[in-house]
């Protein structure tokens, strides 16, 4: 079974294209993420939503916005891609409660051509 | 501006010697520390962690030190493996919110 999953795995696309990635997680975790790593390998937080709420949205353009249907999904939807939006996008579950420690999916690799 | 900072990119070890990975922040509110581990086209996976309240965690052949003063830890793999061989990335958290921020990571790897 696998505990955080993200569809799809790869995703090539062209400039200005609107996009989807979605992740599911089945750890009944109240808490999700996106976090983007470029090119650089820099794995950065992008949103964090706690029972579908949003609390973390860190500087990231309006182009996208996450969505939570509820509290085993978190989806991400991109409008109007960009070549810098090119980048590996993850991602994560944990338990808001415990401790720090997040479970992330497989990632998925976005190129804007 | 980056908190957590992985100077070694890279780290080679034979295998069944240490491994000691370093890691180093800035920000004193950090309160809770962890390592994950990265094997390519995979997600990062949790490894070890620890609380800014201890000094040090065991988790079989994993050790995380911790220190405060310094503000530096370390992981310390006894005895590496091939199968170690990976990304390793620290972590720093603080705040109710849980947030995380990261490392470049250091790409371990461990010779037969």
């Known amino acids: 079974d696998t505990a955080v999953s993200q569809t799809p795995k790869y995703l090539v696309t062209q400039m200005g294209n609107d996009k989807s990635i979605k992740c599911e997680q089945n750890l009944g975790h109240d808490t999700m993420y996106w976090y983007k790593q470029d090119s650089k390998k820099f794995l950065k937080i992008m949103f964090s939503?706690?029972?579908?709420?949003?609390?973390i949205n860190e500087t990231v353009p309006n182009r996208f916005s996450p969505k939570s249907p509820d509290k085993a999904h978190l989806n991400l939807h991109i409008n109007s891609l960009e070549l810098g939006d090119s980048a590996v996008y993850f991602c994560a579950s944990s338990h808001q409660g415990s401790s720090y420690e997040q479970y992330f999916g497989p990632g998925t690799r976005l190129t804007v051509t | 501006d980056q908190q957590v900072k992985q100077n070694s990119p890279s780290l080679s070890v034979q295998e069944g010697r240490i491994s000691i990975l370093n890691c180093d922040y800035t920000?004193?509110?950090?309160?809770?520390f962890l390592w994950y581990k990265k094997y390519p086209a995979e997600g990062p996976t949790f490894l070890i962690s620890?609380?800014?309240i201890k000094d040090k965690n065991e988790d079989g052949r994993f050790t995380v030190f911790l220190n405060k003063s310094a503000k530096h830890l370390s992981l310390h793999i006894v005895p590496s493996q091939p199968g170690d061989s990976a990304v390793y990335f620290c972590?720093?958290?603080?705040?109710?919110?849980?947030?995380?921020?990261w490392g470049l990571g250091t790409s371990l790897a461990v010779n037969p």
């Open positions: 920000n004193s509110m950090f309160d809770y």
């Open positions: 939503y706690n029972n579908k709420e949003l609390i």
């Open positions: 972590a720093a958290g603080t705040g109710n919110n849980r947030k995380l921020i």
């Open positions: 620890i609380s800014s």
